[in-house]
Every structure is written in C-alpha cells, then in structure tokens.
C-alpha cells in the first residue's frame, strides 16, 4: 500500500466560450502556456476548462478514503477536545461522503471541495495536494503585511517597510506591471506604499480578512498561528535567509484577481483607496507546458514517483524524487539520506526561494558546525545561538554532525546559555530532534535512551494485514519503517521477530466512534543500524534552565516534538514573536508522532489505496504522541502556551538578530 500515490487522465472534455465564430476555439491553457506572469484570471479560464471525469473523480476519492483509514488523528478532529475545541471540527469522512455525493462539472471545483475539506482539518501532515492545480502558479500581490503597534500599544495591520524593497528584488520583471496599474497619482509609487497603515481590506476590517484567510489557511490548530501565518515572516533555509510574504502576499490558488486597500501612507494623515492586481508567476515545480495537452500529460497525470512502489522489486531504481517530497516543508533531502525517518509538514506552497533584505540578515559569523538550515552563532560573550529553519537538509550524516560540532562551538566559545530560532519549521529528521535535545540536556530519563514521546499507532484492519507480513518475515532486508525490528515496545526493547505488533491492538471510542491503537512504541533514535555520528557528551553541555526557544508557533512535526519534550520535560521556556496581543499563542503545533509514505506487499488487498491517476499526494499522521501532562491522550491536543507573546514592533519585526537581543535582554541576562 502506498501513501504517497498518483494516475492517468482520461481529458474531460473542454469547453470554450465561443464569442466570435468565425475564430477557431483558443486554447484557455494556451494562453498561459510558456509564458512565466500572468493574470488569475487566465489561470482559471485554464484550470476551469476541464471537466471532472467520473474516473478520476471516483479514483481521487478511493485514494484518500483509504489513506485516511491510517490517519490516526481522524476522529480526534471531528471535535477537537480543549483547548482546541473551536479550532477543529471537521468530520472529513462526512464530507468525502458529501462530495462524493456531489456532482461537479469542473475537475477544479472538484480539487477545491477537496483541498478545503481536508484543510479543515488543521492539520499540516493530513493535506490533499494534488500538482495539476497547487503551485502551478503562485499568485502574489507586491505587498506583504505585518502587525505593528501604535504609540499606545494598539496593534495595526501594515503594509510591511520593507515591502518595496523585497518585491523589487524578488519581482524584477514584473514591478512595472503594478507600478502601471497602480490608479491616478499612486501610478508609479508603489514604494509610497511600504509601511502604509491599512485601515480596510475590501471595505472590511483587516483581521476580518486575517480571519477569512485562517478559516481556509489549514496546518495548524490554533487560530493564532494561522493568523499569524496571514503575515510575512523570515526562515533559515539551505541557501541563506528567506522570506515569507505570508497568505496575504501569495496564493497558491488563483483565487483572487484584486484587492481593494484603504491605507494610510507614512507621514501622511488622510485615508487612500487603491485596487491593486494580483498576478500569478509559474511555479518552481511546474513541467513547462504550452496548451492543454501538455499542461495535462506534464502536471495532472502519475508520474513514477507518484505511487508506492515494491522495493523488493528487481532492477527497478527509486525515482529520484517522490512527488509528496516536492510539497514537504524542508530542503530536499539527498538519496543517501531518505532512509531516515522524517517529520514534517505538508504544504501547498513550496519552499521561499525570496530573500530576507540583507540589512534584515543577522550579521553575526557562522561557527563549525554550521550546515544548511542550522546555523551556530555566539550572540554575545554567553550566550549562544542555534537557528534551525529545518531540523533536516540534503545530507543526514553532516546535518547530525552539524548539531555535535555546532553544540560543541558554541561550549568552547564560553557559550552559557542558548537561545534556539526555530521560527517556520516544519519539522525535519526525526534524530535529529532526539541527538540535539540530548546533548543539551545531558544523559537523563528524558534523553535516554532517546529524548523523543512514546507513542501508538493506528490500527485499522489493513494495519493489521500490514503486521501480518512483517511477521511472516515480509521485510527480510528491513527496508520498512514499521519493520518490528526497527522498532521499541514500551520497555524500549526491540519487538520480537515474527510476532505481529499490531495486533492485538487496544480499542477506544473517540467522540462516540469505535477506534483502535497499537501497543505503546518507544525507542526509535538512534537506531540500531544508525548510530549517532558521534556519542554524546557524558554530561549536559547546557543548563536548560538558560535555553530559550523563539518562534513564531509555526513549528510542526519533528520541531514540535522538540519544543514539546524541552519545555514539558526541561523546563525550557518558549518565546512566540508576533501575534494579535488578545490571542493565546501556542509555541507549536501538528505535533502527530510520525507521518510516513511507505510500500508493503499488500497492493492488490481489497481495503487498500489503488494507484492514484493524477499526479497527488494525501498526507497522514499514522502515530500520535502519547501526552506529557496527561498521559491519557494524544500530546497533539495538549496545551503548548508561550511563556512569552513577544508582540512585535518597527524594530523587532523580520528582523532577527534585533529579536534575539531583545529576547536575551528579557529572559536571559
Ligand atoms: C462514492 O459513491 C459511489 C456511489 O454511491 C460508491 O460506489 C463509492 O464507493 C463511493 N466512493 C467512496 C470512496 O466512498
Ligand atoms: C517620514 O517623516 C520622517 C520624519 O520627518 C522622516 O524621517 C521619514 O523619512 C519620512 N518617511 C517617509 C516615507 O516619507
Ligand atoms: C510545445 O512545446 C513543445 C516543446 O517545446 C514543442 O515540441 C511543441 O511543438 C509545442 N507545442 C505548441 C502547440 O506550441
Ligand atoms: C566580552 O569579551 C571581550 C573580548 O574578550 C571583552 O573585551 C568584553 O569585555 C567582554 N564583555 C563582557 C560583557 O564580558
Ligand atoms: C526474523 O525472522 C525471519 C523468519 O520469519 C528470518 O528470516 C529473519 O532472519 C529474522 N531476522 C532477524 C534479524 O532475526
């Protein structure tokens, strides 16, 4: 069975809108093909020219039906217990019903329906993307918001000041177009606009729209992390600094055309209204295409990589790259590393590739052990400071060493107390969490053998087929994640060859329906065939007492089972930056226990997915976390609240060494 699956499609037909007969029928994809900017209304007219086949529609929803079967947090969702019972209420397999039930002549409203449902559930490992349709096209507006204070403390949305400056570089062949089609005296003056007070976003309050947008934005529970999400904000990644323009600034649907803002300039007193066009770039991912045939056969059918695949099967190399990996949130992981389990979240936009304005780039030098996304800095004489935009990069082995040597750097550099930036990290190796939280914190209960959460796995009936194979010997070269022999039971010794882990399994009624759990799993990192590249220390390299964790609770999967296990277990206290002062801010979130897509012998078995036709991906959280505080339930519907909301301000905002001074001065020095 394969999680991570795709097919071929059967074209609907297409309908044109005839205006002149004498005119041969464009071709809607046509007029986007091969061009790199276009409108999002060009972009629809393509999109909404196909029809939804039966075929694909029926396939679409076996697919997801039968994934979700795994999805261990489905009837969690349906009413999220406190403190997130107003955030998650979506009863997924209801609604698949419905849409099954539902005839669309659109194979785009279609992916709509779908895309909503499942974003509903909050829940960034449990996303329907599917490539024809998401990040084809980004669509942006040239103006990114953030969420500053006036002299009184109150906080209002702005168009960011740094907004012209980022767009300029990042859109240089597309500037103009908005500079001209800015109305009247704004013609031209778009960089007038950067930091301008925005009063209304379509006749409405702003945070109506910030609202709006966090009812659809899905990823993580709390209401104030999609809000936030709204907003630009800054990520470490391989290559350097980037940034992100927020779900204002960029779309990864052409949903809208324009937006109407009511601003105040800077230095100015009297309000303006000004329309001003999005515009719809083609996506880094996207198969270059030229009409429909192309556009469909390069983007909307299976592709090898797309479905699970028997890797006992001779001769048959892995393809390069699977197409779940192209939406996960983490630098591309290189072919000698993909055997290590990850983490990580789901998302239909890919990764930033804009730049953080370098009067905005923290100066401070790189120290050994610097690699990819984790960087090691010493911010002053003390304290120490580790950025981790991903908890994974390209290599494993240099990403695990990294973490030794950086820790290590910063020790000898008279580093006493850390600051640690994890701000929009969706997650990444899951040892990697385990080594660092371990060499900080020193050989202790919680760190050893391994610093991570226990955890239980779904049991449906196919999982139970699924442990039956494992234990007829299925998985001799123990290739599989969930080979028993790559796993711990509770007393974190490994589960007994030949026996089936997953069954029996412990039966629960989650909101009034019958569910099902595997027995308790512990140790998994470091793992037996993988050691850590280096022992760690014998003794706590730092005080946990002096860490301080900063970010903007956009911190999901493997990164939250950091934050989790460090502030629950250590003491660790968390810093979010950012956020409407009135709402709770939750340092992290989509905490899940592992989200896989693997293969086993069991293709052909009735209740699993078929190969997918198209070219998608559904995601799926199959463990859950077993909760510090309340051991009873899932870690996932805990409570993660910041020790701090540092709200930000001109000065602190995406700007991040000025944050860590600032945090620093308030809980550290
Ligand atoms: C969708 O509805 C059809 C017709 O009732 C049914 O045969 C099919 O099994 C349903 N698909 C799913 C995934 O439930
Ligand atoms: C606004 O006024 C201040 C103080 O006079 C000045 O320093 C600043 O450059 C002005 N900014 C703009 C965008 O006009
Ligand atoms: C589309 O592009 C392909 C590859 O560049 C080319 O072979 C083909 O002729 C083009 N088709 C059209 C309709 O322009
Ligand atoms: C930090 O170290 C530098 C160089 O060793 C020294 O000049 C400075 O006084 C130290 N500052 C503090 C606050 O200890
Ligand atoms: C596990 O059991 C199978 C037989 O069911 C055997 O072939 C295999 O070698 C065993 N593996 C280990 C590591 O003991």
Redo the contacts with the bound molecule.
């Keep these: 069975m394969a999680f991570a699956l795709r097919s071929i499609i059967a074209l609907g037909g297409l309908h044109f809108a005839l205006s002149n007969p004498i005119q041969t029928p464009k071709d809607p994809c046509a007029v986007i093909g091969g061009q790199t900017w276009v409108s999002p209304k060009d972009v629809r007219a393509c999109y909404t020219s196909v029809r939804l086949d039966p075929i694909i529609k ?1 396939n679409i ?2 697919v ?3 994934t979700l079967a795994f999805h261990a947090s489905l009837n969690y969702q349906i009413q999220a217990p406190p403190p997130y019972n107003d955030d998650v209420q979506e009863d997924l397999m209801t609604d ?2 419905r849409i ?2 539902t005839d669309y002549a659109l194979e785009y409203d279609f992916h709509l329906a779908l895309s909503r449902a499942t974003k509903r559930l909050n829940d960034g490992h449990a996303v329907w993307v599917n490539a024809c349709y998401v990040s084809m096209f980004v669509n942006f507006i040239p103006l990114p918001l953030n969420l500053l204070p006036d002299d009184r403390g109150n906080q209002d949305v702005h168009i960011a000041h740094e907004a012209f400056e980022v767009v300029s570089a990042e859109f240089p062949d597309q500037i103009d177009f908005w500079q001209d089609a800015l109305p009247g005296n704004f013609r031209g003056q778009l960089e007038s606009l950067s930091g301008a007070k925005v009063l209304a976003i379509n006749g409405r309050p702003p945070f109506d729209e910030v609202n709006a947008n966090a009812a659809i934005s899905g990823g993580y529970q709390a209401l104030g992390t999609r809000q936030n999400a709204f907003f630009s904000s800054y990520r470490r990644l391989s290559e350097g600094w980037t940034y992100l323009l927020g779900d204002f600034a960029q779309k990864s649907l052409p949903l809208d055309d324009q937006v109407e803002l009511t601003v105040i300039r800077v230095n100015r007193t009297s309000p303006e209204t000004i329309t001003v066009p999005y515009r719809s770039r083609i996506g880094p991912t996207a198969t270059p295409f030229n009409d429909t045939a192309s556009w469909r056969s390069g983007n909307c059918v299976a592709k090898p990589g797309t479905n699970g695949r028997n890797i006992y099967a001779p001769g048959e190399p892995p393809p390069e790259t699977s197409s779940v990996e192209s939406f996960e949130q983490q630098p591309a992981i290189g072919q000698a590393s993909k055997m290590h389990a990850v983490h990580v979240m789901l998302h239909d936009t890919p990764l930033s590739t804009v730049l953080l304005p370098e009067h905005l780039q923290p100066t401070l030098t790189p120290l050994p052990g610097s690699y990819g996304a984790a960087q090691f800095h010493m911010l002053d004489n003390k304290t120490g400071i580790i950025v981790l935009g991903s908890l994974s990069d390209k290599s494993y082995d240099n990403f695990m060493s990294g973490l030794y040597h950086g820790l290590l750097s910063l020790k000898s550099a008279g580093g006493t107390q850390l600051l640690i930036d994890v701000t929009n990290n969706g997650g990444g190796f899951v040892c990697a969490t385990s080594y660092l939280h371990r060499i900080i914190a020193g050989p202790k209960s919680t760190t050893e053998p391994q610093a991570l959460l226990d955890k239980r796995i779904r049991v449906g009936p196919l999982a139970k087929e699924l442990g039956r194979v494992f234990s007829a010997g299925g998985d001799p070269a123990m290739l599989m994640l969930f080979n028993p022999l790559r796993l711990s039971g509770a007393d974190s010794q490994p589960l007994k060859n030949g026996t089936n882990w997953l069954d029996p399994s412990f039966d629960v009624i989650v909101n009034g329906r019958p569910d099902s759990f595997s027995q308790v799993l512990s140790k998994e990192c470091p793992l037996g065939n993988y050691p850590y590249p280096f022992p760690p220390p014998d003794e706590a390299l730092f005080d946990t007492k002096k860490v301080v964790i900063i970010g903007n609770g956009k911190c999901a999967s493997a990164c939250s089972l950091f934050l989790v296990t460090m502030g629950k277990h250590e003491g660790v206290r968390n810093v979010v930056v950012g956020g409407k002062k009135d709402v709770k801010q939750q340092y992290c979130g989509a905490v899940g226990g592992q989200a896989s897509h693997f293969t086993a012998k069991l293709k052909n078995h009735p209740l699993a997915p078929p190969d997918l036709l198209v070219d998608g991906v559904q995601g799926i959280v199959w463990r859950l976390g077993i909760g510090i505080d309340n051991p009873g339930e899932p870690e996932e519907w805990q409570d993660h609240l910041a020790d701090l909301n540092l709200p930000l301000t001109r000065e602190l905002v995406n700007n991040p060494l000025a944050i860590w001074k600032e945090v620093t001065r308030r809980m550290l020095n």
Aim: hydrophobic letters at 60%.
């Design positions: 029926a929803l076996e997801i039906t039968k698949l019903a099954n039930a």
